[in-house]
């Protein structure tokens, strides 16, 4: 069973539009850590955020914020007022205790921003 | 964050020839450092985990004879891909956590090497 789901392979906005992206983790562990990270297409992997178990406040950062709801086990990422250069494959990854704390990645979001 | 630097980039070479692709942090002590593959158009696929001064440990599925991982000091991993053939051809990318920081905190990644056996 997939424990990391990014159902959307693919989103394409227009620029300047708002767009989430969704993540949903699967564990029976009750600390663990969750992560995005953009992959333009240069290839390198960009740390995003990291959020443990027990915070469920709302992040925002600028142009992105995330939304942790642990009733839903979703971690969501939305960006606002998209630019061009937000286009890259964003990963969402768990990392857990009984993994060694090893990443386990979701498959992954294309998302395109047209100009 | 953290810089880990991965080197070559980008390398082409003939079947049967091997392959060293480094890994360093560059700021910091990585005690624990993990190279992963990445096929076209998917997620990465963890390889092997890394430690400094032991010998790594390898996912299932992968020949540990065929991809030699070293990890003599706390700053630089190496993987060799030994008697390189077409279908080794993919992206590697390895990553490296901070020792002092623990475990559970954010794995920082190098710029990805694109392997190419011709």
């Known amino acids: 069973a997939q424990k990391v789901t990014q159902a959307q392979t693919e989103i394409s906005v227009v620029e300047k539009e708002d767009v989430t992206l969704d993540c949903v983790y699967e564990t029976r562990d009750t600390t663990y850590y969750l992560f995005w990270y953009k992959q333009p297409p240069s290839g390198e992997l960009v740390f995003l955020i990291r959020r443990n178990s027990f915070d469920e406040q709302n992040e925002i950062s600028g142009r992105y914020s995330w939304n942790f709801q642990k009733s839903t086990s979703s971690f969501n990422f939305t960006i606002t007022a998209s630019q061009v250069v937000d286009s890259a494959v964003y990963f969402c990854?768990?990392?857990?205790?009984?993994?060694?704390?090893?990443?386990?990645w979701g498959a992954g979001t294309k998302l395109i921003i047209k100009p | 964050g953290a810089v880990v630097s991965q080197h070559p980039s980008r390398v082409i070479c003939k079947s049967g020839t091997s392959v060293k692709i480094e890994c360093r942090s560059l700021?910091?002590?990585?005690?624990?450092m993990f190279w992963y593959r990445q096929f076209p158009k998917q997620s990465l696929m963890l390889m092997a985990t890394?430690?400094?001064?032991?010998?790594?440990?390898?996912e299932q599925g992968v020949e540990k004879d065929k991809f030699l991982i070293n990890h003599a000091s706390l700053t630089l991993s190496t993987l060799t891909v030994t008697s390189a053939h077409p279908e080794d051809s993919s992206f590697y990318i390895c990553s490296a956590r901070d020792g002092e920081q623990g475990e559970n905190t954010e794995a920082f990644f190098g710029q990805g090497t694109r392997l190419t056996v011709v």
């Open positions: 700021d910091f002590q990585a005690t624990t």
């Open positions: 990854a768990l990392s857990e205790p009984r993994s060694n704390y090893q990443l386990i």
């Open positions: 890394s430690n400094e001064g032991s010998k790594a440990t390898y």
